[in-house]
């Protein structure tokens, strides 16, 4: 499939989820998410130009991650795909922040096994202090988040 | 493990967590699309960073090339120029039309009509 008749179904994609845009008060009403020049003025219909904008962003590269995926005769979207998929929408600039940023969330990932391991072990011996609690519950947050997505794909995905 | 070794962990922790926008609103995006059945962790979270990259690119280079620099101001004009311009955002022009006024698109309708009628 090329590039043209992906947008295409993206467009008819969107028309009919129009209604899960990012548009809410809350994202993009900070400037660091726009990471803006200080002082910077966004108006309301630009800001909700962006999130819409971002919503077709994250139907673009998902249909073209999942032909690529498609066409390697898998099920599931791996890393490898959205890779892919960036350089085919020419947004070969994302390539390596985006390589440093699963690296780094990786890292992330087991250094929170071994933390929530590490406080499994503290609760036997029970002698955590309170900041440290506080910690490691927000970890506890994330992981359940996370837990709730598809492991299928999981697997493929570790040894890369 | 030491206490040293597990601050930095934990450090590591937060720091791969500056995605800014909702993971989970990201994957119902994703799942919207008819074709797809199942998404690894990693291919959302770089999505999901993808995404904040591509918004902070939209947003800066539409400033730069945008009318607002003087007043400090994004508008929504400098989003749509943009759209047009640029090969890669070109994706966006039918999410970011450009504004015309309704008498240019009527005058324009009525020149596409003369040409017809020459045909």
Excluded: W
Aim: with cysteine; glycine share 4%.
């Amino acid at each position: 499939m090329d590039v043209l008749t992906v947008r295409e179904n993206t467009t008819t994609l969107l028309r009919s989820y129009i209604g899960q845009t990012f548009y809410n008060k809350t994202v993009f009403s900070k400037k660091q998410d726009l990471q803006l020049p200080d002082g910077v003025n966004v108006s309301k219909e630009a800001r909700r130009a962006i999130s819409q904008a971002a919503s077709v962003f994250v139907l673009y590269a998902t249909s073209c991650a999942n032909n690529f995926a498609m066409k390697a005769k898998r099920k599931t979207l791996n890393a490898g795909d959205v890779m892919a998929a960036m350089e085919e929408m020419e947004f070969e600039r994302f390539l390596q922040p985006l390589r440093e940023a699963l690296e780094a969330y990786k890292k992330g990932q087991k250094g929170k096994k071994a933390a929530s391991e590490q406080k499994r072990k503290d609760k036997k011996k029970s002698g955590t202090d309170e900041n440290d609690k506080s910690r490691d519950e927000e970890e506890d947050e994330h992981m359940d988040e996370e837990q709730d997505g598809d492991n299928e794909g999981e697997e493929e995905d570790v040894e890369n | 493990m030491s206490d040293a070794n597990m601050e930095e962990n934990v450090e590591q922790a937060t720091s791969s967590k500056t995605i800014s926008l909702p993971i989970s609103r990201v994957r119902l995006i994703m799942k919207s699309s008819p074709d797809v059945s199942c998404i690894n962790q990693d291919a959302l979270f770089l999505t999901t960073k993808a995404t904040e990259l591509f918004v902070q690119h939209l947003a800066l280079s539409s400033f730069k090339n945008g009318s607002g620099k003087e007043t400090n101001t994004l508008s929504y004009s400098d989003l749509a120029n943009i759209a047009e311009e640029t090969e890669t955002f070109q994706f966006l022009t039918d999410i970011l039309p450009k504004k015309i006024l309704a008498r240019e698109y009527l005058k324009s309708l009525e020149e596409m009509k003369k040409e017809d009628g020459n045909l």
